[in-house]
Every structure is written in C-alpha cells, then in structure tokens.
C-alpha cells in the first residue's frame, strides 16, 4: 500500500518535473582557477578510489562466489603473512603519496600570497541575508532572497515551486563583479557563523562574528553563479542565498558609475541590466 | 567484591520485576538493559529521520516549520549517537566481555547499574527540550556557538542532558577497562583477546579522554548563555572558533568510539562464518591503536573552512589521510580472513560482509573529505552527510545488527528464523543504498546540508533518498518484530550456536545461564577466539 502510494507520487512527480532544473552528478568545474584545483583533485581521488573499490571488492565477490561452504571446499588455515601485511602497508602510503602531492600544491596555490586585489568586497552575513560593500568605492547593498520564491516558500503556502524561476538561487540585488580581475573578499558576520559558497568559485570560507576571513577570486568568464549559505544560521538558513552576476570590466564600471549615481541621488541601488 | 550484591543466590535471578531490573548488578541484564534502551532510541531518533525526509521528499516546506527542521537534525544526531550507537556496544561489551574473558562479572557491578541508569533518565530530559518553551536545541548536534546561544532556556536541561550522558560514558569505560585488565581467566593474555575485547579496551580509554573536554566545552556555552562570560562570544573578546576546536577535539575520537567497536564485532564474525582464522590479529590490534592515536589529532579536517593558516590546514590533511593505513589494513586483514575460508552466508555474516563493503565506500569518501582544496567544495554539503551516514549507519549501525543476530542465540536461547534474518538484510541494505548513495550526488552538485528547502534540481535525488529512508526504517519495526519473536520462542540454540564459532562465550550453555564463570575456566588453546597468534 505504502509502497503504492509511493511510486505514484514519484511518477507524479517526474512528470511534472519536465520544466524542472536538470539535476547534477557531479561537482561543478567551476569558473576561476581554484575550482578546477577542486575538481581536479576531486577527480583524481574519486578515479583512484573507484580502482581500490574495483579490486578489493572485486577481491570479495571472486572469494565468496568460490570459498563457499556449499561447493564443498575445506577452509585454509593461514592466519598472517607477513609479506602480504607489509605490501598493504606499503602501496596506501605509496597511493596517498600521489594524492597528497597535488592536494599541497593545489592548496598551497590557494592558500599562497596573491597579487595586489583588483577590488575588495566586504561580505557580511546576518540572519538571513547577505550585505557586500565594495570597499573602494563606495558602495554597497543588501542582498535577500527574492520576493516570489520568499512567498512560494513559506510554510503550507500550497504554491509550486516548479513555477518559481531558480527557486530559493535568486536574490533581489546580485553581487556584480569583473570578470578577470583579482578580487579580494573579506568576509564577516554580524550575529552567528554563517559561510559563503558558490560552487563556481570553487570555496566556501565561514563568516564569523568578531573575525574578518579573506579569500581570493578571479572569475574566468562572465555569467550568473549562483550559491547558498553553508553554515547553519538559524531558522531561515536554507533561504539565504548569493548570486554572483560575473560581468565585463567595462561593464562593471559603468555599474559602479550608476550605483555611486543613484546613490547620490538618495535612490535605491539598481541590479545591471540583464545582458543576455 | 561482588559476593555482597549476588547474596541472594547464585543461580537463579532475583526476584520481582524491580529487583531483577532496576537494583540489577548482573551483566547480563544490563546489557540487556543497555540493548532494549538503544534500540529504543534508535526508533525514536529514526521517527526524527522520517520527518526530516518527509520534509526534503518534495521542493516547498509542506511539514513543518524550518525552526522545528532544525531541532529534528539537532535532536536526531544527538539520540542516535549518545542514544542508540554508544548504548548498543555498551550493551554488547556489558553481555560479552566478560564471558569472552572468562571473568564473573564486571569489576565494579553497583556503578555498571548507576551507569546505565542514568541514561533514560538524560534522554527523558533531553527530549523533554522538544515541548519546553523555546523548544530543542537548534544548531545542529555541533551546538555552535552563538548560533545555539540564541535557544531558549530549555538548553539548560540539554547541556544538562550531556553531562549526564558523558558521566555514564565515562564510568562505563571505567568499568569496562578494570573488568578488561583485572577479571581476565588465568591464562587469557592481552593477545590471546578477542578482538572485540581489544577494541573495546582502546574505546574506553578513548571516551575517558575526551567526555571530559565535551564536558567542559559545553560548560562554557552553559556560563556563556546563563551566567555572562564571553568564552565564545567575540564582542566581549571571546573565540567562536575556539568552540569548535573544543568540540572537534572530542567529537573525531567520537567517531572512532563509534566505530573501533564494530571493527572487533566484525573482526569476531567473518572468522566464524569463513570457519578459519582471523587474518593478522596482531596487525588488527596495532591498527586500532594507530586509529585511536591518530584520532586525536585530526580534528580540525572539520573545520577547514574556518580560515586556519596553511600550515595547519597541510597537518590536518596528512593527518587524516595517515588514518587510510590502518584502516587499510584492516580491510586488507578481513578480506584475507574471508580468502579461502568455506563461507556460509547466515544474517550475522551478511551483516558483516555488508559492514565491510559500505564502510569502506563511507571510507572512500573520507579519503575524498581529507583532501583540504576539494573539501573547500565539499564541506557543509550533503556529500558530508552521505559519507558519514555510510560510516555510522551501514558502518556501526549494521555491525551492531551483525552483533545481535551472531550473539542472539546466546542471550535468548533461541534462534532467530533465519529467513526473516535474511530478508531484514536484503530489505535494509537496499533501502540503505537508495537513502545515502544518491546524496552524494546532492552534495556535489551543490545542496548544503540542514536545509529543509531545495531548489529544484536537487528535486529529483531528494525524493530517491526519502523513499530509501521510508523504506529502511519501515525494515527497522521488521527488526523489532524479528528479536521480539526469538526472545518468544524458536529452536533451541546449542552452546555452540555457530559451527565456526570460536571462543570462551560458546563454551558456556545457550541461554547463557545468570552467572558464569563464577570460578575462572581453565583456558585450553582450542578455547582462544584467534588461535592464530599463539605464537
């Protein structure tokens, strides 16, 4: 019965998915130079551990399909092998070597003094949004989920999400940045931990009241990269989203130009005009 | 010591349903006490994993609140690791180790009572939180700070709760280590243990040194929310990080106090079942001692995010990928056990093989969590909550059912029917794989965990996961039902329950009468659950 009902709400389900977001598998490569330290590494660990797991579950499967009791085998008697315990010794340190090789010098890149930023953004996390402060120059905003996955969202609101465009990944004002330029970010909080993520970036790095974090981007091409908050913040964690709109240089400035504009003119700040 | 409290007799069992259960100094009856309590949590935690799964079946929040989502997380943690997993291998080193050593007892038998007695006690107050104002804690079962600063004054009664539940902890390592180093029979060396036993005597040293550091970090989040220090509270010079480098440094010898254990289950059942040694028994105990060592110093691989300096983030990721040898090893070792052995494939050795092969995969993906650059993707997503539930689910959880079936007929007597064993196999392993494989996927393709909103590319393996979580816990009441009909009734179980079985606890008849060993055995080499060290 249960089981019934089940498989018919997933039937539904699919069919009414079609205008769904497509699904991933995999970790994303992302857009800047670290996300692909990430997925590379990423890569090469799950490809040698899909090897280990080929062989010794291979190992397994092959011993209990041949030493079963009911195939009237007789059990050995061997208890240790010193030789065999020294080589299973051996060959992990020898496999973590050559994990640990790239994973130092994927981190040490990451990690390693950069050069002078192109533009520092001050990111701090409150319940539940985020503000970022372009600290040259002068401006700077709060970003908050957008209004109609905010409706669609609350409890029993009895509307579909499916309707809802880039459900609870949108936000009202996006975090506009140049695409190839160094970017510094500083990041904070005011009340509890929060941690700022987008995938395409290829980090995450908390935001933690009381302590300023820094992390690096230089973001490869322009697009809209999409994020969430992945420290647990309280009631509303799961609807704090970040979007990132990854633009031309020129393009940024003249955005720079209109905020510092409207600014000035007491008027709200306004998102870049969508180019695609 | 303990011929005052067993007066009244010697071989029958006291008297009157109090006097047999709550004034009980008998072994026996409190790992009996220990396992029903586990298992007990274990339905409670489980109905908490429905929610949050019925919550994530669908994208939109159709159940409940995202403040109550929180408090299930928080809640669902903290019962089935202090209430279901810790409490299940008590119960098993409480009815095991000392027929496994040959001692009468444990050493110190009054505090084994106050030690399992305090536990319904801490959860009847931990749970009382979830109907206070102001409800459960909130924060995840982590309690950062200040996030869990901001609960209610019901997070006295919690913190209170762990304290409680970390004194149990400790006198029942206590207890556990004197009865290991003190009761064994004449003749039962340190290396002539059953591995389980040595698991178990490296576990209690691990949870003497850390309940104490849970203790006092927790403390601190107690004066910091009632009493006005800023130990955690950065505006009155306070370190939230701190926290979580206290936290840490008790909760990765936690994970190893959850698993060293099933590693000795395991270790006692795959030689049974392939009716040949255990391969390397020496090795197995040095591995154990290299991951209990190592444990202590790779905590911060949780915390990788916090923005520590390179030099700690290199340490912490070589650390943690040294633990890839030992564990290797021991892989290695039980697989080499199995290797032309003349296997026969009851539930307990189902439960083992499964144990091996899924915590393994929950061991690939920590490997994976190791790697500090990756990680920066990894962490705080759903693939995090993937690998650890392989470890802790179909890694402790399925080794403590490969315990119960293998021990059942020594503690009822009876044999459980095989073919429901079986089938309570198949029907949680799949459903296992269909809950936790696809949140891999989840995680990697972006989804943080502790939310209880999505959007909707993560629609699809969500509601994947939720039908495997229905169904694995729907196969746990089958669970239930299966021990509830052995200890009914069933065919008689011999002493030696098992044709393969090895050691001192099938010497002694099935059930295992109220007292054994009241005088120590004379331990024959053909007693010794791995002869093969004998030299």
Request: proline residues 6%.
């Amino acid at each position: 019965m249960k089981a019934l009902k089940f498989t018919g709400a997933l039937g539904a389900m699919l069919v009414s998915t079609g205008a769904w977001a497509e699904y991933k598998l995999n970790m994303t490569p992302g857009v800047t130079e670290f996300s692909h330290i990430a997925y590379g590494l990423h890569m090469r660990i799950l490809w040698i551990c899909v090897v280990i797991g080929v062989l010794v579950f291979g190992a397994m499967i092959y011993s209990m399909i041949a030493h079963r009791k009911s195939k009237g085998v007789e059990p050995a008697r061997f208890s240790h092998s010193t030789t065999a315990e020294i080589i299973w010794t051996i060959i992990p340190i020898l496999i973590l070597l050559f994990m640990a090789y790239p994973a130092t010098k994927g981190l040490i890149a990451m990690e390693a003094p950069h050069d002078k930023p192109d533009l520092i953004v001050k990111v701090t996390g409150f319940q539940w949004r985020w503000r970022y402060d372009y600290l040259n120059e002068d401006v700077g905003f709060i970003s908050s989920l957008d209004q109609e996955s905010n409706r669609v969202r609350q409890l029993k609101s009895g509307e579909n999400p499916g309707q809802v465009k880039d459900y609870l990944l949108n936000v009202d004002h996006p975090l506009v940045l140049p695409v190839g330029k160094q970017v510094k970010f500083l990041l904070t909080a005011d009340d509890v931990i929060h941690s700022w993520w987008v995938p395409a970036l290829g980090w995450k790095r908390d935001a933690i009241p009381g302590f300023v974090n820094e992390a690096w981007t230089k973001i490869e091409k322009p697009g809209i990269y999409r994020g969430q908050c992945a420290e647990l913040c309280g009631r509303d964690h799961g609807f704090m989203p970040i979007v990132i709109k990854a633009v031309t240089p020129e393009e940024f400035e003249a955005w720079v130009a209109e905020q510092k504009k409207s600014a000035m003119a007491g008027q709200e700040i306004q998102p870049i005009a969508d180019q695609s | 010591m303990s011929s005052v409290a067993h007066a009244e007799g010697h071989d029958h069992k006291p008297e009157g349903f109090l006097n047999r259960w709550l004034f009980t100094t008998n072994h026996k009856d409190i790992g009996t006490l220990y396992l029903v309590f586990s298992l007990t949590m274990f339905i409670i935690g489980g109905a908490m994993a429905m929610v949050i799964r019925a919550e994530l079946f669908m994208p939109g929040m159709q159940l409940v609140d995202p403040a109550f989502f929180n408090q299930m997380t928080t809640m669902h943690a903290l019962i089935m690791v202090f209430g279901a997993v810790m409490p299940a291998f008590v119960g098993l080193a409480n009815w095991m180790i000392p027929m496994m050593i040959g001692a009468p007892d444990m050493a110190l038998p009054r505090m084994n009572n106050w030690s399992f007695w305090i536990l319904p006690f801490a959860f009847t107050m931990l749970l009382s939180t979830l109907f206070m104002d102001g409800g459960a804690p909130a924060a995840g079962w982590t309690l950062y700070p200040p996030l869990v600063l901001q609960g209610g004054n019901s997070f006295a009664f919690a913190i209170f709760a762990v304290h409680l539940l970390g004194i149990s902890s400790i006198m029942g390592a206590i207890n556990i280590i004197a009865t290991i180093l003190n009761l064994r029979a004449p003749g039962m060396n340190l290396l002539n243990m059953p591995l389980f036993v040595w698991t178990w005597l490296i576990t209690a040293f691990l949870l003497i040194a850390v309940m104490p550091v849970l203790a006092g970090g927790v403390t601190m989040l107690l004066t910091d929310k009632f009493f006005g220090t800023s130990f955690f509270n950065a505006a009155g010079g306070g370190d939230p990080v701190m926290y979580q480098h206290i936290f840490w440094f008790f909760g990765h010898p936690e994970v190893y106090i959850m698993i060293l254990p099933a590693f000795g289950v395991v270790s006692e059942i795959l030689p049974t079942f392939s009716r040949k040694p255990l391969f390397g028994y020496t090795s197995m105990v040095y591995a154990s001692a290299s991951i209990a060592f190592l444990s202590f110093i790779v905590w911060s691989h949780h915390m990788f995010t916090v923005g520590m300096p390179l030099g700690g983030e290199l340490f912490f990721m070589y650390a943690t990928m040294v633990i890839a040898v030992p564990t290797g090893v021991k892989i290695f070792n039980w697989v080499a056990t199995m290797w032309k052995g003349a296997m026969t494939f009851e539930t307990p050795m189902l439960f083992a093989i499964g144990f091996v092969i899924m915590f393994t995969i929950g061991g690939f993906s920590g490997l994976m969590l190791a790697i500090a650059p990756a990680d920066f993707q990894y962490h705080d997503t759903y693939f995090v909550v993937a690998h650890f539930h392989y470890v802790l689910v179909t890694g402790a959880v399925f080794a403590i059912m490969a315990g119960v079936y293998y021990w059942l007929p020594k503690w009822t007597g009876h044999m459980y029917d095989e073919r429901l064993g079986k089938i309570h196999f198949w029907w949680s392993t799949i459903a296992v794989n269909v809950l936790f494989f696809p949140q891999h996927f989840l995680g990697l393709a972006g989804m943080p965990r502790r939310i209880p909103d999505y959007s909707l590319q993560f629609a699809e393996f969500n509601m994947i996961s939720s039908i495997g979580g229905f169904a694995f816990g729907l196969a746990q009441i089958f669970f239930v039902y299966i021990v509830w009909k052995t200890v009914k009734g069933g065919q008689p179980a011999e002493a030696r329950a098992w044709e393969g079985a090895k050691g001192l606890e099938w010497t002694v008849p099935s059930p295992a009468p109220h007292h054994t060993f009241e005088t120590p055995p004379e331990i024959k080499p053909d007693m010794i659950a791995h002869p093969s060290n004998a030299h």
